[in-house]
């Protein structure tokens, strides 16, 4: 599991963030590698420890959240 960090009110990282509609901090995103759902991203809305964000991402209970389309030209983006 991968875990990244975008400042959103940095240059870098303020084009990001208003793609992925982030109005609140921490904002945590998941993106699965799986090959049906890789082309969505899932917002993750639970509690913020360690344990909850494991089960989250690593027992596919993040098939039950919000999801929406990545951005298409942001389609492509390469997984690793």
Same mark, same amino acid.
């Given at each position: 599991l991968?875990v990244?960090?975008v400042?959103?009110?940095?240059?870098?990282?303020k084009?990001?963030?208003q793609e992925?509609?982030?109005r609140?901090?921490p904002?945590?995103?998941y993106?699965?590698?799986?090959? &049906?759902?890789?082309?969505?991203?899932?917002?993750?809305?639970?509690? @913020?420890s360690? *344990?909850?964000? +494991?089960?989250?991402?690593l027992t &596919?209970?993040?098939?039950?959240?919000e999801?929406?389309a990545?951005p @298409?030209?942001? *389609?492509?983006? +390469?997984w690793?």
């Amino acid at each position: 599991l991968n875990v990244a960090k975008v400042d959103c009110t940095s240059e870098l990282g303020k084009g990001l963030c208003q793609e992925y509609e982030i109005r609140g901090y921490p904002t945590l995103i998941y993106f699965s590698s799986h090959p &049906e759902h890789n082309n969505k991203y899932y917002k993750y809305k639970g509690m @913020r420890s360690q *344990e909850d964000l +494991e089960k989250f991402a690593l027992t &596919e209970e993040w098939m039950l959240a919000e999801s929406e389309a990545i951005p @298409r030209h942001l *389609e492509g983006f +390469e997984w690793w």
